[in-house]
């Protein structure tokens, strides 16, 4: 058994800054990718960025240059870093983790969702 807990989301202002966390424990053996989807409104929920075991890093183009994907291992924790927040930033936030346990097959993990709501 695997849980993703989240934490970090809220409301701020436009221009203003949320660090996302997310710590994943149970029975792991490694974490291939982690990363953070989003779900706004009315939309379906849409990849925002990730993060490989190796630290290489994707980003949709939306948050390019204002968001930053980062994770410690040895925590089994990843972390977005969201600066420049913009009103169509505000979603619900999902973690995603792809985990190798220690018994079992290889299978995708996904936290209960935080809310980050950008407004004036």
């Known amino acids: 058994q695997v849980q993703l807990v989240e934490s970090g989301g809220g409301l701020v202002q436009p221009g203003g800054s949320l660090r996302l966390s997310c710590a994943a424990s149970?029975?792991?053996?490694?974490?291939?990718?982690m990363g953070w989807y989003r779900q706004g409104p009315e939309k379906q929920r849409e990849l925002v960025a990730r993060?490989?075991?190796?630290?290489?890093?994707n980003y949709a183009d939306s948050v390019k240059g204002r968001f930053t994907i980062s994770r410690d291992n040895a925590k089994n924790t990843v972390y977005l870093q969201m600066n420049s927040l913009k009103p169509e930033d505000t979603a619900l936030y999902y973690c995603?983790?792809?985990?190798?346990?220690?018994?079992?097959?290889?299978?995708?993990?996904w936290g209960q969702g935080t809310q980050v709501t950008v407004s004036s």
């Open positions: 995603h983790a792809e985990v190798f346990p220690w018994s079992g097959a290889r299978d995708n993990y």
């Open positions: 993060i490989t075991s190796g630290g290489s890093t």
């Open positions: 149970g029975s792991i053996m490694s974490i291939n990718v």
